[in-house]
């Protein structure tokens, strides 16, 4: 009976998980590994056989459930390392609610009907061994045979990437062996030439306008673009954003997109700030908090600057403290420092964050005359956006009330309010007109990959809410001596902002290597290179956006034109596609062999 529940449970994880190539065999795989194991428990003449095969049925329960959790925001399921995050699962206890849809759910429903089922149960039937030992040992065999074929006709890689327990056997084996860096693509002398020939600092449109001034960057938490210049039943959604952007001076990039790996928020900041590709094993932050970096930070400091960070959350969460250290900053501002008067969702609401900020900024510009680097990050409209009474300050349509959709519009009003009143302290205190203010979102808000989200939105916005509309985020740079202001439409990610900002502020990356592209002079083709959401090899143009199959099999992604939605043959991008694969490894070489150390 457990076999065929379990059966049942493996077809479902199928459909939410989305596989769509091989599913005969990757259900077959599945089938003959829980064959293998109840027939191996069951067969034994063990008085506890029962309950180890409830044992068994509840472990393998629990694991589908985390992955589908894992999956219906991510796109892919988790690696094993993923546990060392478990600690900070309270923290965005909220955040996870939202995902667990009765569909999850029932992964672990009938647990308890299992429990009384498995234990009114009794060993009543005793079997010789050639049974006991013959009939798993068949399965095992018809396993080891079917998975030696595959291999043969190279079907393992696409099936096992998909498959509930291969995947997680894979990821195992390559979490406990000790991983040979010379066995991963290095970095030759023309690739280190290329590199830097694109780090090199080249006069251009606005250079150097940021020389000597502050610099406050605002990392504003799940801040997508479509909200921009956006009116809700006649309501502006981010006046305030809107205004800046329409002000003298301004710059904003509307074709800008998330970069994200293992660590979400903290991998937004640390592509910000290094313009590398981050990790796809742990959070950046984690896996590599002693390797030596040189990013803006310290680029900034090299040239006479002061970096703090600010962030009203805890700051060990997503190991900041540590890893601030490398990074450059000289001093974290966190929860500690701040006085929690008002909290909401994950802490320190975002009005009280820039509020007791001032007071800090205020001190950091007085410190041995030298110019700042403040790095904001802001909080309160953090999934699942929900807002106390009083702060639901606009008029959501009744349709979208109480929907995930009417709840982050309430958020991010709330927030740009709060970025308005910000800039109007900066400028009360004499920092507006001697700073560059940078402002731009971590990552998206409502995720595509959700069929019902996808639909709202589409509904919603009158056009289709896709992965290209999903991952871009907007960048607006405020330079108070620029007399002009301007949209940028080229195409950019956050792996592009170091480069940009160092054309601005006028200065030189003399020791490091970036992979993004100044924004505003870069004379060649730029490309996004996701690998959340959607997979490695994944590549998004100003025409395209490839989408890399979940199997591996580049024959099998998904290639649309992003204007007029038009589905493509993705074999007219293989070569855009191996281009990508072949900078995210060297990247990947960076990080591992911590290049920047030697």
Not at 260 to 278: K, W
Not at 391 to 414: F, P, S
Request: proline share 3%.
């Amino acid at each position: 009976m457990l076999s065929l529940l379990l059966a049942l449970k493996i077809l479902l994880f199928m459909n939410i998980t989305r596989v769509k190539h091989n599913r005969a065999l990757v259900f077959l795989i599945s089938l003959l590994v829980i064959l293998f194991c109840y027939s191996f428990i069951y067969l034994r003449n063990n008085r506890n056989k029962y309950r180890l095969g409830f044992l068994f049925y509840t472990i393998v329960s629990l694991i589908m459930f985390v992955d589908v959790v894992y999956y219906s925001y991510f796109n892919t399921l988790p690696s094993i390392k993923m546990l060392k995050q478990v600690g900070q699962v309270p923290a965005v206890g909220d955040s996870v609610k939202t995902l667990l849809s009765f569909r999850n759910i029932l992964f672990l429903l009938d647990l308890p009907l299992v429990y009384f089922y498995s234990r009114r149960k009794r060993n009543s039937r005793r079997f010789n061994r050639y049974i006991s030992w013959g009939i798993p040992g068949g399965i095992a065999l018809v396993l080891i045979l079917l998975l030696t074929i595959l291999s043969k006709i190279g079907l393992f890689g696409p099936v096992t990437n998909q498959e509930l327990f291969t995947y997680h056997a894979k990821d195992i084996k390559k979490t406990i062996m000790k991983e040979d860096i010379t066995n991963i693509e290095t970095l030759t002398i023309t690739d280190i030439a290329e590199l830097k020939k694109r780090s090199e600092f080249v006069e251009g449109k606005y250079t150097g306008l940021g020389k000597g001034k502050n610099l406050i960057v605002i990392q504003v938490e799940s801040l997508q673009n479509f909200v921009i210049d956006h009116f809700h039943e006649g309501q502006e959604v981010t006046p305030n954003l809107n205004r800046l952007i329409r002000e003298e001076g301004s710059l904003y990039f509307n074709n800008y997109y998330q970069q994200l790996g293992r660590g979400n928020t903290s991998d937004a900041e640390f592509v910000t700030h290094n313009s590398l590709y981050p990790s796809m094993e742990e959070p950046t932050y984690t896996q590599y908090v002693d390797n030596t970096f040189y990013g803006l930070p310290w680029i900034l400091r090299d040239n006479g600057y002061i970096a703090w960070a600010f962030h009203g959350y805890k700051k060990d969460f997503w190991n900041r403290d540590k890893a601030y250290l490398n990074q450059g900053f000289q001093r974290f501002i966190s929860e500690e420092d701040y006085d929690l008067t008002e909290t909401i969702g994950f802490g320190l609401t975002d009005v009280e964050f820039f509020k007791q900020s001032m007071g800090y900024l205020k001190e950091l510009d007085g410190l041995d005359d030298k110019p700042f680097y403040a790095f904001m990050i802001t909080l309160t409209s953090h999934n699942p956006f929900k807002m106390p009474e009083k702060y639901k300050y606009l008029n959501i349509k009744a349709e979208y009330e109480d929907t995930l959709l009417g709840n982050y519009l309430q958020a991010i009003h709330y927030t740009d309010k709060a970025i308005g009143q910000f800039i109007e302290d900066l400028k009360r205190e004499g920092l507006y007109d001697n700073s560059i203010l940078v402002i731009y979102g971590d990552h998206f808000a409502i995720n595509s990959l959700n069929k019902d989200d996808q639909k709202l939105m589409t509904d919603y916005l009158g056009y289709p809410y896709d992965l290209d509309e999903m991952l871009k985020i907007p960048l607006i740079i405020h330079i108070p001596s620029l007399e002009a202001n301007e949209t940028i439409t080229r195409i950019g990610s956050a792996l592009d902002f170091l480069p940009t900002m160092l054309n601005i502020m006028g200065y030189k990356n003399e020791k490091g290597l970036m992979f993004g592209v100044d924004l505003i002079n870069y004379e060649g083709e730029n490309f996004v290179a996701p690998q959340t959401y959607a997979l490695k090899g994944s590549i998004i143009t100003d025409e395209i956006l490839l989408e890399m199959s979940r199997d591996g099999i580049f024959e099998n992604s998904r290639v649309y034109n992003i204007k007029t939605r038009e589905l493509l043959n993705p074999l007219d991008f293989i070569e855009k596609h191996k281009m990508v694969i072949e900078e995210i490894n060297k990247s990947e070489y960076i990080l591992k062999a911590d290049f920047f150390a030697q």
